[in-house]
Protein backbone atom coordinates (compact mmCIF):
# COMPACT_ATOMS: atom_id res chain seq x y z
CA UNK A 1 0.00 0.00 0.00
CA UNK A 2 0.59 3.70 -0.20
CA UNK A 3 2.82 5.07 2.42
CA UNK A 4 3.25 8.72 3.73
CA UNK A 5 3.60 11.07 0.86
CA UNK A 6 4.84 14.90 1.39
CA UNK A 7 4.94 17.60 -1.72
CA UNK A 8 6.53 19.11 -2.69
CA UNK A 9 10.05 17.11 -2.13
CA UNK A 10 12.08 20.61 -2.29
CA UNK A 11 11.45 23.92 -2.13
CA UNK A 12 13.61 27.23 -2.72
CA UNK A 13 11.72 30.31 -1.87
CA UNK A 14 12.95 33.52 -1.15
CA UNK A 15 13.13 35.14 2.45
CA UNK A 16 9.68 36.79 3.07
CA UNK A 17 7.73 34.88 0.87
CA UNK A 18 4.74 32.32 2.33
CA UNK A 19 5.17 28.44 1.73
CA UNK A 20 2.82 25.50 2.02
CA UNK A 21 4.13 22.14 2.74
CA UNK A 22 1.29 19.42 2.31
CA UNK A 23 1.69 15.66 3.94
CA UNK A 24 -0.65 12.76 2.55
CA UNK A 25 -0.57 10.43 5.76
CA UNK A 26 -1.45 6.29 5.52
CA UNK A 27 -5.51 5.83 4.31
CA UNK A 28 -6.76 5.60 8.02
CA UNK A 29 -3.88 6.50 10.54
CA UNK A 30 -5.44 8.97 13.14
CA UNK A 31 -2.21 10.25 14.36
CA UNK A 32 -0.20 12.45 12.07
CA UNK A 33 2.89 14.70 13.07
CA UNK A 34 5.13 16.84 11.60
CA UNK A 35 9.09 17.58 12.23
CA UNK A 36 11.53 19.60 11.51
CA UNK A 37 15.27 18.10 10.63
CA UNK A 38 18.24 20.31 10.36
CA UNK A 39 21.50 19.33 9.48
CA UNK A 40 23.26 17.16 11.98
CA UNK A 41 20.32 16.97 14.05
CA UNK A 42 17.72 14.72 14.69
CA UNK A 43 13.64 15.46 13.39
CA UNK A 44 12.29 18.03 15.81
CA UNK A 45 8.94 17.58 16.92
CA UNK A 46 6.59 21.14 15.72
CA UNK A 47 2.79 19.54 16.11
CA UNK A 48 0.86 16.79 16.49
CA UNK A 49 -2.70 16.22 15.22
CA UNK A 50 -5.14 13.59 16.66
CA UNK A 51 -8.11 13.28 13.91
CA UNK A 52 -8.66 17.13 13.12
CA UNK A 53 -7.61 18.63 16.19
CA UNK A 54 -3.92 19.48 16.83
CA UNK A 55 -3.59 17.56 20.08
CA UNK A 56 0.25 19.37 21.08
CA UNK A 57 1.68 22.50 18.78
CA UNK A 58 3.78 23.31 21.59
CA UNK A 59 6.68 22.71 18.84
CA UNK A 60 5.75 25.63 16.59
CA UNK A 61 8.97 27.74 17.08
CA UNK A 62 6.59 30.53 16.74
CA UNK A 63 3.89 32.43 15.28
CA UNK A 64 4.66 32.25 11.78
CA UNK A 65 3.99 28.48 11.87
CA UNK A 66 0.46 27.37 11.53
CA UNK A 67 -0.80 23.76 10.59
CA UNK A 68 -4.20 22.32 9.95
CA UNK A 69 -5.81 19.05 9.04
CA UNK A 70 -9.45 20.05 8.16
CA UNK A 71 -10.66 16.43 7.36
CA UNK A 72 -8.58 14.58 9.37
CA UNK A 73 -6.65 12.87 6.76
CA UNK A 74 -4.25 14.98 4.78
CA UNK A 75 -2.24 18.06 6.65
CA UNK A 76 -0.53 21.18 5.28
CA UNK A 77 2.01 22.98 6.89
CA UNK A 78 1.96 26.93 6.35
CA UNK A 79 4.92 29.21 6.85
CA UNK A 80 4.75 33.05 7.00
CA UNK A 81 7.07 35.43 6.10
CA UNK A 82 9.60 32.79 5.89
CA UNK A 83 13.30 33.43 7.17
CA UNK A 84 16.57 31.92 6.08
CA UNK A 85 16.64 30.10 9.72
CA UNK A 86 13.74 27.75 8.05
CA UNK A 87 15.58 25.95 6.06
CA UNK A 88 15.60 22.26 6.81
CA UNK A 89 13.96 19.24 6.15
CA UNK A 90 10.31 19.10 7.13
CA UNK A 91 9.09 15.23 7.73
CA UNK A 92 5.58 14.46 8.15
CA UNK A 93 5.10 11.24 9.93
CA UNK A 94 1.81 9.08 10.28
CA UNK A 95 0.53 6.51 13.09
CA UNK A 96 -2.80 4.27 13.26
CA UNK A 97 -3.40 5.26 16.67
CA UNK A 98 -3.19 7.86 18.60
CA UNK A 99 -2.35 8.77 22.38
CA UNK A 100 -1.17 6.22 24.79
CA UNK A 101 -2.27 3.40 22.25
CA UNK A 102 -0.03 5.31 19.35
CA UNK A 103 3.37 3.73 18.82
CA UNK A 104 5.09 2.79 15.56
CA UNK A 105 5.43 6.08 13.71
CA UNK A 106 5.89 5.74 9.51
CA UNK A 107 7.70 9.02 7.80
CA UNK A 108 7.17 10.30 4.17
CA UNK A 109 10.15 11.49 2.62
CA UNK A 110 10.61 14.80 3.75
CA UNK A 111 10.11 18.17 1.84
CA UNK A 112 13.61 20.39 1.74
CA UNK A 113 12.71 24.01 2.61
CA UNK A 114 15.19 26.44 1.13
CA UNK A 115 14.85 30.02 1.73
CA UNK A 116 17.34 32.55 0.16
CA UNK B 1 18.41 20.77 27.14
CA UNK B 2 18.95 17.38 24.96
CA UNK B 3 16.54 14.86 26.43
CA UNK B 4 18.04 12.06 24.36
CA UNK B 5 21.40 11.94 23.44
CA UNK B 6 23.36 9.76 20.84
CA UNK B 7 26.83 10.59 22.38
CA UNK B 8 28.44 8.96 19.11
CA UNK B 9 27.81 10.84 15.41
CA UNK B 10 29.79 7.80 13.98
CA UNK B 11 30.78 4.37 13.89
CA UNK B 12 32.46 2.19 11.61
CA UNK B 13 32.59 -1.78 11.75
CA UNK B 14 33.66 -4.95 9.97
CA UNK B 15 30.97 -6.71 8.11
CA UNK B 16 29.89 -10.01 10.31
CA UNK B 17 30.84 -8.24 13.87
CA UNK B 18 28.31 -6.85 16.17
CA UNK B 19 27.22 -2.81 15.86
CA UNK B 20 26.25 -1.28 18.83
CA UNK B 21 24.49 1.80 18.86
CA UNK B 22 24.31 4.03 22.43
CA UNK B 23 21.45 5.94 23.75
CA UNK B 24 20.88 7.74 26.85
CA UNK B 25 18.11 10.11 28.15
CA UNK B 26 16.89 12.10 30.98
CA UNK B 27 13.35 11.96 31.08
CA UNK B 28 11.68 9.50 33.17
CA UNK B 29 8.18 10.02 31.87
CA UNK B 30 9.70 8.38 28.47
CA UNK B 31 7.56 4.64 28.42
CA UNK B 32 8.13 4.21 24.65
CA UNK B 33 11.73 3.86 23.19
CA UNK B 34 12.06 3.49 18.99
CA UNK B 35 15.12 3.12 16.73
CA UNK B 36 14.92 4.42 13.29
CA UNK B 37 17.11 4.00 10.50
CA UNK B 38 17.51 6.37 7.60
CA UNK B 39 18.98 6.46 4.45
CA UNK B 40 20.16 9.62 2.66
CA UNK B 41 16.82 11.63 1.04
CA UNK B 42 14.37 9.36 2.65
CA UNK B 43 12.03 9.70 5.72
CA UNK B 44 13.60 7.50 8.63
CA UNK B 45 12.09 4.12 9.04
CA UNK B 46 11.19 2.35 12.11
CA UNK B 47 13.52 -0.46 12.67
CA UNK B 48 12.75 -1.92 16.68
CA UNK B 49 11.25 -0.56 19.47
CA UNK B 50 11.06 -1.56 23.72
CA UNK B 51 8.17 -0.21 26.23
CA UNK B 52 10.09 1.06 28.95
CA UNK B 53 8.02 -2.31 30.97
CA UNK B 54 10.62 -4.35 29.44
CA UNK B 55 14.56 -4.67 29.21
CA UNK B 56 15.11 -6.57 25.89
CA UNK B 57 13.63 -7.15 22.25
CA UNK B 58 14.91 -8.94 19.77
CA UNK B 59 13.63 -9.14 16.51
CA UNK B 60 15.70 -11.27 13.61
CA UNK B 61 19.37 -9.63 13.80
CA UNK B 62 18.24 -6.45 16.04
CA UNK B 63 18.28 -6.46 19.54
CA UNK B 64 17.25 -3.19 21.67
CA UNK B 65 18.21 -3.44 25.48
CA UNK B 66 17.34 -0.81 28.16
CA UNK B 67 18.51 -0.28 31.19
CA UNK B 68 15.94 2.40 33.40
CA UNK B 69 17.90 2.62 36.50
CA UNK B 70 21.02 3.79 34.07
CA UNK B 71 18.47 5.97 31.60
CA UNK B 72 20.40 4.17 28.83
CA UNK B 73 19.42 2.07 25.83
CA UNK B 74 21.45 0.41 23.26
CA UNK B 75 20.70 -1.41 19.79
CA UNK B 76 22.72 -4.33 18.55
CA UNK B 77 22.83 -5.56 15.42
CA UNK B 78 24.73 -8.72 14.34
CA UNK B 79 25.85 -9.60 12.55
CA UNK B 80 26.58 -6.11 10.87
CA UNK B 81 26.13 -5.96 6.76
CA UNK B 82 26.85 -3.61 4.48
CA UNK B 83 23.11 -2.54 3.66
CA UNK B 84 22.99 -1.76 7.41
CA UNK B 85 25.55 1.61 6.78
CA UNK B 86 22.70 4.19 7.36
CA UNK B 87 22.06 6.76 9.93
CA UNK B 88 20.22 5.63 13.27
CA UNK B 89 18.29 7.72 15.43
CA UNK B 90 16.89 6.78 18.90
CA UNK B 91 13.60 8.13 19.63
CA UNK B 92 11.94 8.11 22.99
CA UNK B 93 7.70 8.98 24.18
CA UNK B 94 6.74 11.14 26.66
CA UNK B 95 4.06 9.66 28.43
CA UNK B 96 2.44 12.65 29.43
CA UNK B 97 2.09 14.74 26.16
CA UNK B 98 3.01 11.78 23.63
CA UNK B 99 5.23 13.59 21.93
CA UNK B 100 8.21 11.90 20.51
CA UNK B 101 11.74 13.34 21.26
CA UNK B 102 14.80 12.42 18.55
CA UNK B 103 17.84 11.72 19.43
CA UNK B 104 20.94 13.38 17.20
CA UNK B 105 21.62 10.03 15.26
CA UNK B 106 24.44 7.96 14.45
CA UNK B 107 26.09 7.27 11.15
CA UNK B 108 26.78 3.76 11.06
CA UNK B 109 29.01 1.95 8.49
CA UNK B 110 29.73 -1.54 7.71
CA UNK B 111 32.53 -2.33 6.00
CA UNK B 112 33.34 -4.64 3.19
Known amino acids: GAGVSQTPSNKVTEKGKYVELRCDPISGHTALYWYRQSLGQGPEFLIY????????DSGLPNDRFFAVRPEGSVSTLKIQRTERGDSAVYLCASSPLAGAKGNEQFFGPGTRLTVL | DQQVKQNSPSLSVQEGRISILNCDYT??????FLWYKKYPAEGPTFLISISSIKDKNEDGRFTVFLNKSAKHLSLHIVPSQPGDSAVYFC???????????FGTGTRLKVLA
Open chain 1, 49 to 56: FQGTGAAD
Open chain 2, 91 to 101: AARDSGTYKYI
Open chain 2, 27 to 32: NSMFDY
